[in-house]
């Protein structure tokens, strides 16, 4: 069938792999036709979104992107707008990031989660005191660091500031010790670093391409008051904080969960926090086999098998329920919510066009995808994998449901796969 020829295209995957899932999903859910529909959905919301953008049918690959890079921009000064924010002043950047943070929280209820004990992320910090940081800030020792600076901002310099390989190997060694009453239930924390770490994090930003983190054990988002300089940089950073306040609850219930079993807690904590993903081949089987990623492969090797194989992304939920987040947003300030969504359910929405040099190459609608080619200043064919991950989700939920999905994602993140 040509959707299943659409489809495998866009997910650079053989035709076969999307006619098993088609036949299997079909005759367990009863729902039939699916494939098709998403191709019809998936060209409806392209038409949609060009005559939104003012472009025609015979748009080449450039003009959308260019397109939509100024749909970005335009955005963002409505961000900007209410917020209250002047996107010029980069010295107030400290207020600039109080006000995306309290309105991301507004926005998201609060939400609330299973973390780390302030008390045992004291005793861990003396246990193997950070030196780096110590150092940076001119202090004797780490008590001394405790009494006048705030544990999370110390926790969350600990990415930034120090040695990978010592963190790994030294200090998250600790962690093989946790156990589950180490944990409790508390709100997520949203903090704007103080300006003393600026300098220090410059490298980190400059790596990672943009200021805010999170930390899941400790139930934090910080960001850090630092700006980039680029066009669409609040945008950027407003969407990477409601995913995070996604990613973070997501985890937390996974702590949560694996809490009921002493035994295990620890070694699943660790896999969690490590990333880890399913390495090896599995033998052939006649039922529909997927695999649970929890990272972006694409970053690290655009043609890693697994990329390949029928699976699911949780970074690609968090990323779908951020940019509804984004909708609701606009409710908060001058009801420009009607703008804002554009970008409602793009995720896994693109198809192919025409290069300038008359090559047919994959136009991603994806905001994030959008946004990193912004960001880095690279050619947009190189930002899909945010697309290519969530057109994997919602092949599975449409035969399901998300919340299904989730439940999915969740009972089998550690194992690595499920079948049905």
């Known amino acids: 069938m040509q959707s299943y020829q659409k489809i495998a295209q866009i997910l650079r995957t053989d035709k076969d792999n999307i006619r098993l899932i088609d036949e299997r999903l079909s005759a367990v859910t009863g729902r039939k036709n699916v494939i098709e529909k998403i191709v019809e959905e998936n060209e409806a919301m392209i038409k949609n979104r060009l005559d939104v953008l003012g472009l025609g049918k015979d748009v080449s690959a450039r003009e959308i992107y260019n397109s939509l890079i100024h749909k970005i921009n335009y955005d963002n000064d409505l961000l900007a707008k209410g917020l209250e924010i002047n996107v010029m002043d980069i010295k107030d950047c400290f207020s600039h990031c109080e006000r995306?943070?309290?309105?991301?929280?507004?926005?998201?209820?609060?939400?609330?989660?299973?973390?780390?004990?302030?008390?045992?992320a004291?005793?861990?910090?003396?246990?193997?005191?950070?030196?780096k940081i110590i150092r940076s800030l001119g202090y004797k020792n780490i008590d001394e660091a405790l009494?006048?600076?705030?544990?999370?901002?110390?926790?969350?310099?600990?990415r930034f500031l120090e040695d990978?390989?010592?963190?790994?190997?030294?200090?998250?060694?600790?962690y093989e010790n946790l156990k589950p009453d180490d944990f409790e239930e508390r709100e997520i924390i949203l903090k704007t670093l103080d300006k003393k770490w600026v300098v220090a994090a410059e490298a980190f930003v400059k790596k990672k391409y943009h200021n805010i983190s999170h930390l899941k054990e400790m139930g934090v988002v910080f960001v850090i008051p630092i700006t980039l300089g680029i066009s669409g940089e609040l945008m950027?950073?407003?969407?990477?904080?409601?995913?995070?306040?996604?990613?973070?609850?997501?985890?937390?219930d996974l702590?949560?969960?694996?809490?009921?079993?002493?035994?295990?807690?620890?070694?699943?904590?660790?896999?969690?926090?490590?990333g880890d993903v399913i390495d090896e081949r599995l033998q052939k089987s006649d039922k529909s086999r997927w695999l649970v990623i929890q990272r972006y492969l694409a970053k690290d090797d655009e043609n890693d098998w697994r990329l390949f194989e029928p699976h699911l992304n949780p970074e690609a939920l968090h990323w779908e329920r951020a940019e509804r987040m984004l909708v609701r947003t606009g409710d908060l300030f001058d009801g420009f919510s009607r703008d804002l969504c554009f970008w409602e359910n793009l995720n896994w929405v693109g198809d192919y066009f025409k290069s300038?040099?008359?090559?047919?190459?994959?136009?991603?609608?994806?905001?994030?995808?959008?946004?990193?080619?912004?960001?880095?200043?690279?050619?947009?064919?190189?930002?899909?994998?945010?697309?290519?991950e969530s057109l994997w989700n919602k092949i599975f939920s449409e035969y399901f449901s998300e919340a299904e999905m989730e439940e999915k994602m969740k009972e089998n993140i550690i194992k690595g796969y499920f079948e049905i």
């Open 100 to 120: 995306a943070l309290k309105a991301a929280k507004e926005v998201s209820g609060s939400p609330k989660g299973f973390f780390l004990k302030k008390e045992k």
């Open 122 to 131: 004291v005793e861990l910090l003396r246990n193997k005191p950070p030196q």
């Open 147 to 158: 009494v006048k600076e705030d544990i999370f901002e110390i926790f969350s310099a600990l």
């Open 164 to 174: 990978p390989q010592w963190l790994n190997e030294i200090f998250f060694k600790q």
């Open 236 to 252: 950027r950073m407003f969407i990477l904080i409601l995913h995070y306040l996604n990613e973070v609850p997501f985890y937390s």
């Open 255 to 274: 702590f949560k969960r694996f809490a009921r079993d002493e035994k295990t807690f620890v070694s699943n904590i660790i896999s969690l926090l490590r």
């Open 356 to 388: 300038d040099t008359g090559i047919d190459v994959l136009a991603s609608f994806n905001l994030i995808d959008t946004t990193m080619s912004l960001v880095k200043e690279k050619e947009m064919i190189k930002y899909l994998y945010h697309h290519q």
